[in-house]
């Protein structure tokens, strides 16, 4: 027997879990398919905390990340819970640092964000516990904090069963059976048809994508974040200390106290090669060395024992821009690939994959997340990793 649906979403973490919570809120019938339990720590989207900010090196990325917040706020007044913390944020580095300071600058005046440029007193006079030379210089945006994200993927889960979704968790797929009017998935021993596919499978997204003989040059990555019981937890306290990014290669990020009684902290994309499947979950020694020697230089406060050490996985595209279009040959399957540092967005690339497979446009412009990008066809892409 074969059960049918408007829409089948392949994968539940941030962005899967978004994309059933919008197509069920349409009206469409939704079955979510998981293949580990929901809210597992397998893939990239299980944590207390992602950063959110409106501070990006491109002015679409900053019109996509207004959005970003209308939608989270959308959930939040349906769900009543809070999903969203407004810390502000920071973005420091050397002036002459691999990242320029001053590409976010440019994108956020051509979309009309306030913010401000702060030099290295400005920054030591409001947030004490960076330790800076006078070359640093900074830019801080208020609207800028975190998205508390697991509790943000179960609240999309939550509200997609309030709308009549089905979620299956523990169901792998087997075969996936392409075709213009319907697809059928074989998962769980089951047999599973619908007009519309959504791939949301992060670092399996490969994987589901052979089954209709698309190749994307795809880079997975097992990535960690360190909770450290800092010295002086206080000074880190979610209302006095601001997410911060910085802006040099390596590039390391941070967030004041949530979730844990300790400072979250780690490199940025520091992480080796791995196969999803066979990744193991010990920690990586060198990230936390890398890790350890920043703060000691620049956060010297933040040093302590570390509390909590977690692995996850990046999927990144060459460019580590996004992925989200529709199959040139198969239009009724949409695609998302979040290159690491989507789950800000998870709300959102869930909304437009549901306009996708309900309406088959949307009126975000998508063309810098297309599959057409001729970097995703070299056979030796650049690779560019810091966003």
């Known amino acids: 027997m074969t059960r049918s649906y408007d829409a089948i979403v392949l994968g539940l973490g941030g962005i899967g879990s978004g994309a059933a919570?919008?197509?069920?809120?349409?009206?469409?019938?939704?079955?979510?398919?998981?293949?580990?339990?929901?809210?597992?720590?397998?893939?990239?989207?299980?944590?207390?905390?992602?950063?959110?900010?409106?501070?990006?090196?491109?002015?679409?990325?900053?019109?996509?990340?207004?959005?970003?917040?209308?939608?989270?706020?959308?959930?939040?007044?349906?769900?009543?819970?809070?999903?969203?913390?407004?810390?502000?944020?920071?973005d420091l580095g050397p002036a002459d640092g691999a990242i320029p300071v001053s590409l976010y600058a440019q994108s956020m005046e051509c979309e009309e964000v306030p913010f401000e440029r702060l030099d290295a007193a400005e920054i030591r006079r409001r947030w004490p516990p960076f330790v800076i030379s006078d070359d640093v210089h900074g830019l801080y945006q208020s609207q800028s904090g975190l998205v508390a994200a697991a509790r943000a993927t179960a609240t999309h889960q939550r509200l997609a069963e309030h709308h009549g979704a089905t979620l299956l968790s523990n169901t792998r797929v087997t075969q996936i059976h392409p075709g213009s009017d319907e697809i059928v998935v074989e998962a769980g021993g089951e047999r599973y048809a619908a007009s519309h596919l959504v791939v949301a499978a992060g670092p399996w997204s490969a994987g589901i994508l052979s089954w209709f003989d698309v190749r994307v040059p795809l880079e997975v990555t097992k990535e960690q974040v360190h909770y450290f019981v800092a010295r002086e937890l206080d000074a880190f306290a979610l209302e006095r200390f601001p997410v911060w990014i910085w802006m040099d290669d390596p590039s390391f990020y941070g967030f004041p106290v949530f979730g844990e009684a300790a400072v979250k902290v780690t490199q940025d994309a520091g992480g080796q090669p791995v196969d999803p499947d066979g990744r193991g979950f010990e920690p990586d020694d060198d990230i936390l060395a890398r890790t350890r020697h920043f703060l000691a230089t620049h956060l010297p406060s933040a040093v302590g024992p570390a509390r909590l050490i977690k692995t996850c996985l990046y999927t990144l595209t060459p460019d580590r821009d996004f992925i989200i279009d529709t199959l040139r040959e198969h239009p009724n399957v949409s695609v998302a690939v979040g290159a690491g540092h989507a789950f800000k967005f998870a709300s959102l690339i869930g909304r437009v994959l549901a306009e996708l497979s309900v309406e088959g446009k949307t009126s975000l412009d998508l063309a810098p997340f297309s599959f057409d990008r001729p970097i995703l066809h070299m056979s030796q892409p650049p690779k560019n990793y810091l966003v």
């Open 21 to 90: 919570y919008w197509l069920a809120r349409a009206g469409q019938r939704v079955l979510g398919l998981e293949q580990f339990a929901l809210g597992h720590a397998r893939g990239e989207s299980d944590d207390h905390s992602r950063i959110i900010r409106l501070s990006y090196h491109a002015p679409h990325y900053v019109r996509f990340a207004k959005m970003a917040y209308e939608a989270w706020d959308t959930v939040e007044r349906e769900s009543g819970e809070q999903l969203v913390y407004r810390t502000g944020g920071l």
